[in-house]
T-cell receptor, first 115, second 115 residues
Framework: EAGVAQSPRYKIIEKRQSVAFWCNPISGHATLYWYQQILGQGPKLLIQ????????DSQLPKDRFSAERLKGVDSTLKIQPAKLEDSAVYLC?????????????FGSGTQLSVL | DAKTTQPNSMESNEEEPVHLPCNHSTISGTDYIHWYRQLPSQGPEYVIH???SNVNNRMASLAIAEDRKSSTLILHRATLRDAAVYYCILRDRLDYGGSQGNLIFGKGTKLSVKP
């Protein structure tokens, strides 16, 4: 079974530039999550989708971050403009459903460096 | 979500058992105990979860205290590939709010395995 695919693996940009990350979840998984992991900390949820609808985006800095999941499959996360403090690993995860007993499957993440 | 407390780091010798503790004194009767681990440069991966009874799978065992205020993840024979950060997370199985399914990570326990 193919896992969660993310690209690019690494990205280096200058502050105030824009960047986009792509995620392809496991086939058939209705729920998709984007997490931000700053060095030395645990992952922090940014946004959760159920199919193509947003379930929770309370932690998403909406002035600069946006995410979409068209057709309820692939998803993109965008930062515009980027700040130095956005340097982190951005992880995408998916699960079969949103039930609290479901396992989450994570991709390897995109490591973003903002200079 | 209720909080968990884990040691920052632990060391183990290869091929010896490892017991990773987690305290969750404010756990509610409907909270599941989940464990995930994160190997270097990878996204977190599911290890095991339980509610009241001890649980075993091919990766590990989960021992839950009778009062459920603490639990222990047991790796029966540590290998070098088990070196990772281990996260203990509580999820309320009756969480019908908008944040169903998402995981709230702490800092976890960094496990080092010596040859």
């Amino acid at each position: 079974e193919a896992g969660v695919a993310q690209s690019p693996r690494y990205k280096i940009i200058e502050k105030r530039q824009s960047v986009a990350f792509w995620c392809n979840p496991i086939s058939g998984h209705a729920t998709l999550y984007w997490y931000q992991q700053i060095l030395g900390q645990g992952p922090k949820l940014l946004i959760q989708f159920q199919n193509n609808g947003v379930v929770d985006d309370s932690q998403l800095p909406k002035d600069r971050f946006s995410a979409e999941r068209l057709k309820g499959v692939d998803s993109t996360l965008k930062i515009q403009p980027a700040k130095l403090e956005d340097s982190a690993v951005y992880l995408c995860a998916s699960s079969l459903a949103a039930a609290t007993n479901e396992k989450l499957f994570f991709g390897s993440g995109t490591q973003l460096s903002v200079l | 979500d209720a909080k968990t407390t884990q040691p920052n780091s632990m060391e183990s010798n290869e091929e010896e058992p490892v017991h990773l503790p987690c305290n969750h004194s404010t756990i509610s009767g409907t909270d599941y105990i989940h464990w995930y681990r994160q190997l270097p440069s990878q996204g977190p991966e599911y290890v095991i979860h339980g509610l009241t009874s001890n649980v075993n799978n091919r990766m590990a065992s989960l021992a839950i205290a009778e009062d459920r205020k603490s639990s222990t993840l047991i790796l029966h024979r540590a290998t070098l590939r088990d070196a990772a950060v281990y996260y203990c997370i509580l999820r309320d199985r009756l969480d019908y709010g908008g944040s169903q399914g998402n995981l709230i990570f702490g800092k976890g326990t960094k496990l080092s395995v010596k040859p």
